[in-house]
Protein backbone atom coordinates (compact mmCIF):
# COMPACT_ATOMS: atom_id res chain seq x y z
CA UNK A 1 0.00 0.00 0.00
CA UNK A 2 1.42 3.58 0.01
CA UNK A 3 -0.52 7.22 -0.09
CA UNK A 4 -0.34 10.06 -2.97
CA UNK A 5 -1.92 12.92 -2.90
CA UNK A 6 -2.10 15.98 -5.34
CA UNK A 7 -3.51 19.74 -4.41
CA UNK A 8 -4.54 22.03 -7.07
CA UNK A 9 -4.63 25.91 -5.89
CA UNK A 10 -4.89 29.14 -7.84
CA UNK A 11 -1.31 29.70 -7.21
CA UNK A 12 -0.17 26.08 -8.45
CA UNK A 13 0.14 22.41 -7.76
CA UNK A 14 1.42 20.37 -4.86
CA UNK A 15 2.03 16.91 -4.98
CA UNK A 16 3.16 14.52 -2.23
CA UNK A 17 4.25 10.95 -1.78
CA UNK A 18 5.59 8.52 0.83
CA UNK A 19 7.84 5.77 -0.28
CA UNK A 20 6.94 2.39 1.17
CA UNK A 21 6.09 -0.56 -0.99
CA UNK A 22 5.83 -3.35 1.44
CA UNK A 23 5.26 -4.04 5.04
CA UNK A 24 5.70 -7.00 7.37
CA UNK A 25 7.09 -7.90 10.34
CA UNK A 26 10.04 -9.08 8.54
CA UNK A 27 10.04 -7.10 5.38
CA UNK A 28 10.10 -3.69 4.99
CA UNK A 29 11.07 -1.43 1.04
CA UNK A 30 10.63 1.34 -0.13
CA UNK A 31 10.72 2.79 -3.62
CA UNK A 32 9.85 6.53 -5.00
CA UNK A 33 6.47 6.79 -6.24
CA UNK A 34 7.05 10.16 -7.91
CA UNK A 35 8.56 11.14 -11.31
CA UNK A 36 9.24 14.61 -12.74
CA UNK A 37 9.82 15.54 -15.93
CA UNK A 38 10.64 19.16 -16.96
CA UNK A 39 10.84 20.79 -20.22
CA UNK A 40 11.61 24.81 -19.74
CA UNK A 41 9.47 27.16 -21.01
CA UNK A 42 7.68 24.24 -22.41
CA UNK A 43 5.89 22.12 -20.01
CA UNK A 44 6.28 20.41 -16.92
CA UNK A 45 4.87 17.22 -15.36
CA UNK A 46 4.74 15.17 -12.49
CA UNK A 47 3.45 11.25 -12.13
CA UNK A 48 2.64 9.77 -8.56
CA UNK A 49 2.44 5.98 -8.72
CA UNK A 50 0.42 2.97 -6.35
CA UNK A 51 -1.06 -0.49 -6.74
CA UNK A 52 1.36 -2.83 -8.49
CA UNK A 53 4.77 -2.01 -8.03
CA UNK A 54 5.33 -3.94 -11.75
CA UNK A 55 2.82 -2.07 -13.65
CA UNK A 56 3.43 0.73 -12.39
CA UNK A 57 7.58 0.55 -12.84
CA UNK A 58 6.57 -0.59 -16.88
CA UNK A 59 4.16 2.56 -17.23
CA UNK A 60 7.58 4.62 -16.61
CA UNK A 61 9.44 2.48 -17.88
CA UNK A 62 7.37 2.47 -21.51
CA UNK A 63 7.26 6.42 -21.18
CA UNK A 64 10.88 6.83 -20.72
CA UNK A 65 11.04 4.81 -24.25
CA UNK A 66 8.46 6.66 -26.33
CA UNK A 67 10.32 9.81 -25.07
CA UNK A 68 13.46 8.09 -26.47
CA UNK A 69 11.44 7.03 -29.74
CA UNK A 70 11.45 9.72 -33.10
CA UNK A 71 9.14 7.11 -34.29
CA UNK A 72 6.91 6.96 -31.31
CA UNK A 73 3.33 7.74 -32.37
CA UNK A 74 2.95 9.64 -28.95
CA UNK A 75 4.61 10.41 -25.76
CA UNK A 76 4.68 12.90 -22.47
CA UNK A 77 5.66 15.88 -24.92
CA UNK A 78 3.85 15.59 -27.40
CA UNK A 79 0.37 15.69 -26.18
CA UNK A 80 -1.22 18.83 -26.88
CA UNK A 81 -3.88 19.22 -24.15
CA UNK A 82 -2.58 17.32 -20.70
CA UNK A 83 -5.60 15.22 -21.01
CA UNK A 84 -4.54 13.63 -23.69
CA UNK A 85 -1.27 12.59 -21.53
CA UNK A 86 -3.71 11.48 -18.74
CA UNK A 87 -5.42 9.11 -22.05
CA UNK A 88 -2.04 7.75 -22.80
CA UNK A 89 -1.26 7.04 -19.49
CA UNK A 90 -4.18 4.66 -18.69
CA UNK A 91 -3.65 3.23 -22.07
CA UNK A 92 0.16 2.19 -21.15
CA UNK A 93 -1.59 0.69 -18.24
CA UNK A 94 -3.89 -1.46 -19.72
CA UNK A 95 -1.79 -2.82 -22.06
CA UNK A 96 0.65 -3.80 -19.09
CA UNK A 97 -2.48 -5.07 -17.05
CA UNK A 98 -3.54 -7.31 -19.64
CA UNK A 99 -0.53 -8.44 -20.69
CA UNK A 100 0.17 -10.42 -17.21
CA UNK A 101 -3.51 -10.99 -16.52
CA UNK A 102 -3.76 -14.57 -16.84
CA UNK A 103 -0.68 -15.09 -14.67
CA UNK A 104 -1.91 -13.06 -12.38
CA UNK A 105 -5.27 -14.23 -12.03
CA UNK A 106 -3.87 -17.88 -11.20
CA UNK A 107 -1.86 -16.69 -8.54
CA UNK A 108 -4.65 -14.14 -7.14
CA UNK A 109 -2.44 -11.01 -7.17
CA UNK A 110 -3.46 -7.90 -8.86
CA UNK A 111 -1.88 -6.10 -11.19
CA UNK A 112 -3.85 -2.66 -11.05
CA UNK A 113 -2.34 0.57 -10.31
CA UNK A 114 -3.82 3.82 -9.96
CA UNK A 115 -1.50 7.36 -11.42
CA UNK A 116 -1.65 10.68 -10.57
CA UNK A 117 -0.58 12.77 -13.46
CA UNK A 118 -0.59 16.39 -13.52
CA UNK A 119 1.56 19.96 -14.63
CA UNK A 120 1.08 22.44 -17.03
CA UNK A 121 1.82 23.38 -20.38
CA UNK A 122 2.61 26.81 -21.30
CA UNK A 123 -0.48 28.98 -22.35
CA UNK A 124 -2.82 26.47 -20.13
CA UNK A 125 -4.33 26.27 -16.81
CA UNK A 126 -2.43 23.91 -14.28
CA UNK A 127 -4.15 20.39 -13.83
CA UNK A 128 -4.32 17.36 -12.17
CA UNK A 129 -6.01 14.13 -13.04
CA UNK A 130 -6.46 10.84 -11.54
CA UNK A 131 -6.38 7.61 -13.65
CA UNK A 132 -7.82 4.87 -12.68
CA UNK A 133 -6.38 1.07 -13.13
CA UNK A 134 -9.59 1.07 -16.01
CA UNK A 135 -7.34 3.54 -18.20
CA UNK A 136 -10.46 6.45 -17.92
CA UNK A 137 -9.63 9.22 -15.41
CA UNK A 138 -11.14 12.31 -13.59
CA UNK A 139 -9.90 16.14 -12.39
CA UNK A 140 -9.93 17.88 -9.49
CA UNK A 141 -13.04 20.45 -9.08
CA UNK A 142 -13.19 23.38 -7.18
CA UNK A 143 -15.14 22.04 -4.73
CA UNK A 144 -12.64 19.61 -3.87
CA UNK A 145 -9.37 21.21 -5.32
CA UNK A 146 -7.31 17.27 -4.40
CA UNK A 147 -6.95 13.70 -4.84
CA UNK A 148 -5.49 11.03 -3.66
CA UNK A 149 -4.27 7.36 -4.25
CA UNK A 150 -3.44 4.60 -2.30
CA UNK A 151 -4.37 4.67 1.95
CA UNK A 152 -6.45 7.95 1.60
CA UNK A 153 -8.71 7.88 4.77
CA UNK A 154 -6.44 8.36 8.01
CA UNK A 155 -5.14 11.79 5.26
CA UNK A 156 -8.63 13.27 4.22
CA UNK A 157 -10.15 14.86 7.20
CA UNK A 158 -7.51 17.83 7.19
CA UNK A 159 -7.56 18.29 3.55
CA UNK A 160 -11.64 18.59 3.81
CA UNK A 161 -11.18 20.90 6.72
CA UNK A 162 -7.58 23.57 4.89
CA UNK A 163 -7.80 23.23 1.48
CA UNK A 164 -9.50 25.29 -0.81
CA UNK A 165 -8.69 26.96 -4.41
CA UNK A 166 -7.32 30.36 -2.14
CA UNK A 167 -5.03 28.16 0.17
CA UNK A 168 -1.84 29.74 -0.36
CA UNK A 169 0.33 26.96 -2.37
CA UNK A 170 2.96 26.74 0.54
CA UNK A 171 0.04 26.28 3.26
CA UNK A 172 -1.03 23.59 0.62
CA UNK A 173 2.27 21.78 0.50
CA UNK A 174 2.35 22.24 4.32
CA UNK A 175 -1.31 20.60 3.88
CA UNK A 176 -0.26 17.69 2.19
CA UNK A 177 2.83 16.73 4.74
CA UNK A 178 0.15 16.96 7.41
CA UNK A 179 -2.43 14.58 5.45
CA UNK A 180 0.90 12.96 4.44
CA UNK A 181 2.49 11.69 8.62
CA UNK A 182 -1.38 11.72 9.60
CA UNK A 183 -1.31 8.60 7.69
CA UNK A 184 2.00 7.14 8.40
CA UNK A 185 0.82 7.57 11.78
CA UNK A 186 -2.25 5.21 11.60
CA UNK A 187 -1.14 2.81 9.05
CA UNK A 188 2.30 0.57 9.00
CA UNK A 189 1.57 0.04 5.26
CA UNK A 190 2.57 3.28 4.89
CA UNK A 191 6.16 5.63 5.25
CA UNK A 192 8.92 7.45 4.78
CA UNK A 193 10.99 9.13 3.26
CA UNK A 194 8.12 11.48 2.01
CA UNK A 195 8.46 13.32 -1.43
CA UNK A 196 7.14 16.78 -2.24
CA UNK A 197 7.30 18.78 -5.35
CA UNK A 198 5.42 22.03 -5.72
CA UNK A 199 4.77 23.84 -8.94
CA UNK A 200 3.96 27.18 -9.09
CA UNK A 201 0.97 28.30 -11.63
CA UNK A 202 2.88 29.95 -15.36
CA UNK A 203 6.33 29.29 -13.98
CA UNK A 204 7.23 26.25 -16.78
CA UNK A 205 10.17 25.09 -14.86
CA UNK A 206 11.85 22.33 -13.04
CA UNK A 207 9.57 22.07 -9.89
CA UNK A 208 10.69 23.15 -6.26
CA UNK A 209 11.42 19.04 -4.84
CA UNK A 210 12.57 17.72 -1.53
CA UNK A 211 12.61 14.37 -0.05
CA UNK A 212 11.90 14.53 3.71
CA UNK A 213 12.43 11.37 6.48
CA UNK A 214 11.76 11.17 9.93
CA UNK A 215 14.74 12.60 11.00
CA UNK A 216 14.72 15.62 8.91
CA UNK A 217 14.51 19.16 11.17
CA UNK A 218 11.34 20.35 9.29
CA UNK A 219 9.61 16.94 9.39
CA UNK A 220 10.16 16.48 13.35
CA UNK A 221 9.35 20.06 13.97
CA UNK A 222 6.06 19.58 11.66
CA UNK A 223 5.16 16.45 13.68
CA UNK A 224 5.68 18.26 17.13
CA UNK A 225 4.10 21.72 16.62
CA UNK A 226 0.56 19.03 15.10
CA UNK A 227 0.59 17.29 18.04
CA UNK A 228 1.27 19.95 20.30
CA UNK A 229 -1.76 21.75 18.47
CA UNK A 230 -3.37 19.27 18.82
CA UNK A 231 -3.80 18.82 21.92
CA UNK A 232 -4.41 22.23 22.98
CA UNK A 233 -7.03 22.29 20.61
CA UNK A 234 -8.64 19.42 22.42
CA UNK A 235 -7.96 20.97 25.52
CA UNK A 236 -10.17 24.22 25.04
CA UNK A 237 -13.29 21.83 23.47
CA UNK A 238 -16.46 23.01 25.80
CA UNK A 239 -17.06 21.14 28.86
CA UNK A 240 -20.20 19.28 28.60
CA UNK A 241 -23.08 20.55 30.73
CA UNK A 242 -22.31 17.84 34.03
CA UNK A 243 -18.66 19.39 34.01
CA UNK A 244 -19.61 22.64 34.92
CA UNK A 245 -19.42 24.15 38.50
CA UNK A 246 -22.69 24.75 39.79
CA UNK A 247 -23.10 28.59 40.58
Not at 64 to 86: C, H, I, W
Not at 159 to 164: G, N, S, V
Not at 173 to 188: E, G, P, Q
Request: with cysteine.
Amino acid sequence: MTYCLAVKVNRGLVFASDSRTNAGVDYVATYSKMRRYCWPGERVCVLLTSGSLATSQAVMNAINRDLQDPDATFNLRSGKQLYEVAQYIGKLSQEEQQRHAKAMEKSGSSAESNFIFGGQIAGQPPEIFHVYPQGNFISASDDTPYLQIGENKYGKPILDRIIAKTTSLEDAARCAMVSLDSTIRSNISVGPPVELAMLQTDNIDEPFHSTYTLNSPMYKSMQKQWTQGLKRAFNRLPRFDWEKPER
